[in-house]
């Protein structure tokens, strides 16, 4: 299975100078934040393929101007293509904008999903970093501690996020490697590949959607 991330920042090569080439062999589309949601549309048209969304902290514009094709996976957890994905958007809480949570606030969230969690999860999709992994020390753009303990309690294989702008801080990587789990930085885009799974039913009454 093979992923194309997105976040923050709209890729020109993506958009102002598509070709079909450049999203060749790409089964879905999963995107970290803080993107118009015309961009979103616009990808999810010409790939032909799922994009699934979690909200960051400047896309209050969806709620008037939602990406139109795509689907939202903040606060749930997804099955695709035999893999847990589990969305969780928003950053640390700096003002009061929408989708900003203090640590608190987001614990909760997570508590939240934590029935449908037993099954586990396997890619963590965030707009925010965990703490400490890429993260940096403005109140803004503090990583989420409570995410460090999603990933020793879960141990999914990634955790995808946005937030941090690459292209502003060139001496943030953007990998890191937690316990079992990647840690990557989606800004722009980038692609990631996983091995095939046989898909499983979800069980019924679970929070869970079959993507």
């Not at 790409?26 to 118009?36: K, M, N, Q, T, Y």
């Not at 109140?139 to 946005?162: I, K, N, S, V």
């Not at 953007?174 to 069980?203: M, W």
């Amino acid at each position: 299975m093979k992923l194309l991330i997105i976040s923050d920042a709209v890729d020109t090569g993506l958009w102002d100078y598509f070709t079909k080439d450049k999203l060749r062999g790409a089964d879905a589309i999963i995107s970290c934040g803080d993107l118009p949601s015309s961009y979103l549309t616009f990808l999810v048209t010409v790939a032909n393929k799922p994009l699934f969304y979690v909200h960051g902290n400047h896309d209050t514009r969806y709620e008037w101007e939602p990406p139109e094709g795509c689907d939202c996976i903040d606060g749930k957890i997804i099955e695709f293509k035999g893999y847990r994905i589990m969305g969780l958007g928003g950053c640390m809480k700096y003002n009061r904008g929408a989708h900003q949570y203090t640590e608190r606030q987001m614990k909760r969230r997570i508590a939240k999903l934590r029935r449908p969690m037993r099954q586990g999860v396997d890619i963590l999709v965030t707009h925010s970093p965990a703490q400490g992994l890429g993260d940096m020390d403005d109140p803004c753009h503090r990583g989420f501690a409570c995410f460090r303990d999603l990933m020793d309690r879960l141990r999914p294989q990634y955790l995808l996020h946005g937030h941090v702008h690459l292209q502003y801080t060139p001496n943030v990587p953007r990998t890191h490697q937690y316990g079992d789990t990647t840690v990557i930085n989606a800004s722009g885009k980038c692609f990631i590949e996983l091995p095939d799974r046989p898909e499983t039913p979800p069980k019924k009454g679970w929070l869970l959607r079959k993507a």
